[in-house]
């Protein structure tokens, strides 16, 4: 009798797979079920599904791992066997292209590529997984390239070099939570590790270039809490669904007050923090934090720095040009801060919410923002002109050259750009 070596595998796999006892979070079962089901954009499964990786020594690979990264990730990610350590290079379930490019460097190195199945996954709106360790029930999000992904978005390339920045700015946001007050409108999640597979030809020219980062969710596993996804907050029926449930039968009124207010106090504390704004301000980068009785708590939950404009004033203050130097150059801004928001922008408009109602939306978020500004701060920053419109995005510049800009910056070189002590008494009597 003929032996199918492939159907072997396939069966063996499953059946390895199928021995480990998987149990993923309520909390972050909740937010794979809002990110694939209550978005407008694309339906897509909330099952689990079977997540194939790589083993690749650790030698071969290059690894930046933050001395706070959780130890259940890391000893997740990087096991040892006959004295050799090796990383779990994770493929993304849905890609059919870019996981040859690491079968390929395999080979170029005399290893063979076999694929190897250890954890479970499950999907986003986007091309992230929600990775579950078997053993030590580790929950984590995984990001790598795929040549196919939920919403709009297709072909996504992970590079090692966007790897790198994300890193270094998130240790940078971590080094300025270090040294400021409690933060009161975000809640910032961490990605305290990625890793990158870079190879070059004889002439310098880069021939394989992958990259996989990790995000932490630990704020929110057994936390009791939810994180509503901005794009599920302006879904038709999960938007008004939970609108009701706090007693409104105006979804579009309850969330400006609920989702679009907040997200301009969080994006002025997140600026205030570390002088960086986002360049792409939709709702897949930011998550309504709901508390165990489905009620807003005020704050929201940022992600993905690495889509951020950079203050270069700011920097320069703080001395970290380093940073500066690194980024993509045109996503520096010298003199201004450039801040927007598009809550719909990649996302389909439900029927509660009109381009007039969108448009006070914009007008309410500057509103708040510039008044999160001066809590925060003590100054007012002065806008360059008007509200911009590009589609579904409403933007704003901010000048810091002026009187109340300088001002500002001269607080960010002691670390008492946000609530100082006067400043946090006028807090408590605005609230």
Known sequence: MKFNRALSFALISNMVWASFS????????????LETKANAVATRSNQEVMVYHYDIPLSLVQADIAKRSPEKFVNSLIHEEKGVK??????????????????????????????KVYYKGYMTASRSYIIVDPVSKAEFSFKGSTDKTGGHWRDKHQDWDDGKQI????????????????????????????????????????VIDQGMIIRSYDTLTNSGKTYVPGFSIMHEQKGREIAKLNGSSDPAEYWNEHYNKPLARAIA?????????????HSQNFLVELDAKMRPTGKIVLRDYGDTYLTQDFFDKVGRTDITKAWEQSNLKKGYASVSVGILHGNEPPT?????????????????????????????????????????YRGKTYNITTEEGKKFIELIAKNQQRDALTRACSRIFSM
Do not use: C
């Open 86 to 115: 090796y990383l779990r290079w994770i493929i993304n379930p849905e890609d059919t292209k870019w996981w040859q490019e690491i079968a390929g460097f395999l080979k170029a190195n005399g290893i063979t590529p076999v694929k």
């Open 352 to 392: 509660w919410m009109s381009i007039e109602t969108y448009n006070q939306w914009g007008k309410d978020f500057f509103a708040e923002f510039e008044r999160e500004i001066k809590i925060q701060t003590g100054t007012a920053l002065v806008n360059k002109g008007g509200v911009g419109v590009s589609g579904m």
């Open 167 to 206: 890193r270094m700015m998130t240790d940078f946001v971590e080094d300025q939570i270090a040294k400021q007050p409690k933060l009161y409108n975000i809640v910032l999640l961490d990605e305290p590790l990625a890793f990158g597979i870079e190879t070059r030809d004889d002439k310098g020219k880069v």
């Open 22 to 33: 998987h149990a993923i979070s309520k909390e972050m079962q909740e937010l794979v079920n």
């Open 269 to 281: 504390e997140f600026f205030a923090l570390t002088g960086m704004t986002y360049d792409s301000p």
